[in-house]
């Protein structure tokens, strides 16, 4: 065949097939194209639908899955051991400052009652000095006149001693004689000189009766550091009694404290055991919720609703979580579930005490 | 992934927007030389093409707007072109072409009712012009208009020149007004930078001046465009003004050429009207992404840009939109998306007023519409024009006065 022939029944066939191939093709995308309009149609009524449910229901909460790896039950950890370490570092602190207040309480009481002894001690040597001050005042005196007697006589030994000499040049007496007269003599001497020390003695023993000497001045000072001594004591003493009270108090919080965190889902997590599930529930959905309520299962999150559940406790922390439709914050609680079928733990809502449609 | 590819593609898209609309403020106040230089002393001849179909007493209007022309009254003549309307435009026409004797009027009429761009070659075929202008049936020319046109063809390598559209009626409704602001925004902002390289994507077709032997090169193209068989009688302007870009040509928006335009008053009007603007868009996007290569060595990057990025804008927002409504159904519902666009609609308005006083907009409600109205136009139009390409209908035409026509032709 030649080629103008051939090239001629080709392009005859193309002008037969082309409007095919169109027709095809168009049929085609017509068939996309209204399905696909449906489609949006139909997203478009679902989305204002959802929109309008969600913000008229007041029954639906959000299955929340927690873990002890989540951030949340990992702070929760860290607070509560952080708490225990402090309430033991605190009962340990209690103990030490109590027994502290015990001793230094023995303390006080030792230093309170040596005082009365020394005021005892200060007051008695005080009494004896007034009686024996003029006492010895009164011997001073005739000590003084003794000695004045005996200067007299001194001076008379002296002229006895210059006889002695003289009777034994003249042979009146032997040398032995005079020796012993002579001892005679210096022992007198010795003897005043004894009595005028003796004198002395005296006088200053008076002056110390009489006087507040510097002896008297020490036993005062220790008096005083003994005051003062106690004194500081009792400061330490209430300032520590203080400090057991506040100790007490904070030991008595932390205790509530922990126990108050106990009683939050992330304890039950962290326990360990058998799977726990939660649910947030928004405060506007609040009346909703009690303990045994039933929890239903939805398709569709709000139809052909099915019992999975109920609610076994609320749990009073407030927590704020993202809506799950409008994906605004919200503020509301949890409460734990009790699931039959725990895959509903992870629905985008669940709804509580009543069915949304009534099937 | 995906969605951050979307993203990514919508900063791209803002960003560029932004320096789109920057680069048009610096050079509207700070480069002269991004004008184009006009000769007023190039008078050519010219052969205005007026496509009509049911627009009544409007097109007699029309053509007494251009008989005021300040242009040479020998070097211009006006062809009328029916494409077989139902109501009385015909006789408007004929009413026109006997009272307005101080220029040259032709009135033609289709032998079935072709769509635009058939009835605009079929008008060509009677003119003699070596300038082409397509106009808008409903429009009211500035008397400079058709000389601010011609004055650009000065430049050999200009190909075609569009003007300014503004809306007759800004405050008819708050849909006029809001598309008074968008028309604004679109000429004198969004076209700037396109002007600089004279590579403006889109003439509009109310006012849209080409030159002859480039029309008819380009004619036989728009005969036979069609979707897959189906016969494609919508966004010839778009159509034109990128065949002019692809034969070497360069385009331009001449501010200074002015006309009116009447705006679709209801949101019905109007969403029929976008949603067949999107198409062309749509339609544009495909045959630009299926001759990339050609594009890419052929015309300026600018150009490229624009061709690439303006019609992908309203599919990337549709993403957006959908990502967003997915991700956060209340997004709309937040105050920076309404604050931003308040903001926008503020400046246009004030710009408006201060500069094209004619079209000052009244009504402080229609900046909310504005808002309102971009929502619908990203969410809706996109998505129902991707899915009714093959759609043939001109939507703000009345099914009722095209079925009575086609009875009466039958007739």
């Known amino acids: 065949m030649p080629t103008a022939a051939v090239s ?9 097939i082309q409007p095919m191939i169109y027709r095809s093709v168009v049929t085609l995308y017509r068939i996309i194209g209204i399905a696909t309009l449906y489609l949006v149609l139909a997203g478009i009524l679902s989305y204002a639908f959802v929109m309008g449910f969600y913000a008229v229901n007041t029954s639906w909460a959000a299955p929340v899955i927690l873990a002890p790896s989540d951030d949340k039950s990992l702070d929760f950890m860290q607070k509560i051991v952080t708490s225990k370490q402090t309430l033991e570092d605190l009962k340990v602190d209690e103990k030490r400052l109590e027994s502290s207040i015990s001793e230094m309480i023995g303390h006080r009481t030792s230093l309170l009652n040596l005082e009365p002894e020394l005021q005892d ?3 008695r040597e005080r009494t004896h000095n007034r009686a024996a001050g003029p006492q010895l005042s009164q011997l001073d005196q005739q000590k003084q006149a003794d000695n004045l007697k005996t200067q007299t006589i001194m001076a008379q030994v002296k002229q006895v001693e210059s006889s002695i000499d003289r009777d034994l040049a003249a042979g009146l007496i032997t040398k032995g004689d005079a020796a012993t007269q002579r001892a005679a003599l210096n022992q007198a001497q010795t003897s005043y000189t004894d009595s005028k020390i003796n004198e002395v003695l005296l006088t200053d023993n008076i002056l110390e009766k009489n006087t507040t000497d510097t002896k008297s001045l020490d036993v005062l000072n220790k008096q005083a550091e003994l005051k003062s001594e106690i004194a500081q004591l009792d400061i330490a003493i209430n300032v520590a009694q203080e400090q057991v009270r506040e100790e007490s108090q ?48 939805c398709y569709l999150n709000m139809v052909a609703c099915r019992k999975v559940g109920t609610v076994k406790q609320t749990f009073a922390g407030e927590e704020h979580a993202i809506h ?16 039959d079928r725990p895959e509903s733990a992870k629905s985008k809502t669940v709804f509580l005490n009543r069915k949304p449609f009534f099937f | 992934m995906a969605p951050a590819l979307i993203w990514l593609i919508l900063i791209l898209c803002l960003l560029i927007s932004v320096i789109k609309y920057t680069l048009a403020l610096i050079l509207k106040w700070s480069v002269p030389g991004a004008k184009i230089k006009k000769d007023y002393t190039y008078q050519p001849t010219v052969s205005v093409l007026m496509p009509c179909y049911n627009e009544g007493k409007t097109v007699y209007e029309t053509i007494e707007s251009i008989s005021q022309s300040d242009y040479p009254n020998d070097r211009f003549e006006v062809i009328a072109q029916d494409d077989c309307s139902a109501d009385d435009s015909y006789l408007w026409m004929l009413k026109a072409q006997r009272e307005f004797t101080n220029i040259k009027v032709r009135v033609e009429r289709n032998n079935e009712n072709s769509g635009k761009a058939r009835t605009v070659c079929n008008a060509l075929q009677q003119s003699t012009g070596e300038i082409i202008i397509s106009i808008d049936s409903d429009c009211i020319f500035h008397p400079d208009a058709i000389r601010e046109l ?14 300014r559209v503004g809306i007759r009626n800004p405050n008819a409704s708050t849909i006029t ?16 930078p396109e002007n600089w390289t004279r590579s403006v994507g889109c003439i509009s077709g109310c006012l849209f001046a080409i030159r002859r032997e480039l029309l008819l090169q380009i004619e036989p193209r728009i005969r036979s465009r069609h979707w897959f068989g189906i016969p494609v009688n919508q966004g010839e302007d778009r159509f034109l003004t990128h065949q ?7 385009t331009y928006v001449n501010n200074d050429a002015l006309c009116w335009t009447t705006a679709p008053a209801t949101l019905n009007e109007l969403f029929k009207q976008q949603l067949r603007w999107r198409r062309s868009v749509i339609r544009d996007l495909f045959f630009t992404l299926r001759t990339l290569p050609q594009h890419v060595w052929k015309l300026h990057p600018n150009t490229v840009v624009t061709l690439v990025l303006t019609p992908l804008a309203p599919l990337v927002a549709l993403l957006v939109l959908f990502t967003a409504l997915s991700s956060d159904p209340m997004a709309w519902a937040g105050p920076a998306p309404l604050l931003m666009y ?12 201060k500069y094209s006083v004619r079209e000052t907009v009244n009504h402080p409600l229609a900046f909310g519409g504005y808002v309102a109205w971009s929502l619908v136009s990203s969410l809706f139009i996109t998505t129902l024009a991707l899915c009714t390409m093959d759609s043939r209908d001109w939507g703000t035409r009345g099914k009722k006065r095209e079925a009575s026509h086609a009875d009466s032709s039958s007739q």
């Open chain 2, 150 to 163: 011609t004055a650009c063809f000065s430049e050999p390598k200009i190909g075609s020149v569009g003007g």
């Open chain 2, 177 to 192: 007004a809001i598309q008074t602001f968008v028309y604004y925004a679109a000429f004198q902002l969004y076209k700037v």
């Open chain 2, 342 to 353: 308040l903001g926008i609609a503020a400046a246009l308005g004030l710009a408006i007023k």
């Open chain 2, 244 to 250: 002019t870009l692809l034969h070497g040509y360069g």
């Open chain 1, 250 to 297: 904070q030991i008595d919080r932390l205790r509530k404290a922990i126990a108050t965190a106990k009683q939050t889902p992330y304890e039950l997590i962290t326990s360990g055991g058998k799977p726990v599930y939660f649910a947030f529930v928004p405060y506007d959905n609040q009346g909703s919720v009690a303990a045994g309520a039933a929890v239903y299962d």
């Open chain 1, 121 to 123: 001690a200060i007051v």
């Open chain 1, 324 to 339: 799950p439709i409008f994906r605004t914050d919200v503020r509301g609680f949890l409460v734990q579930m009790e699931l």
């Open chain 1, 8 to 16: 001629k029944v080709e392009s005859k066939k193309t002008v037969q």
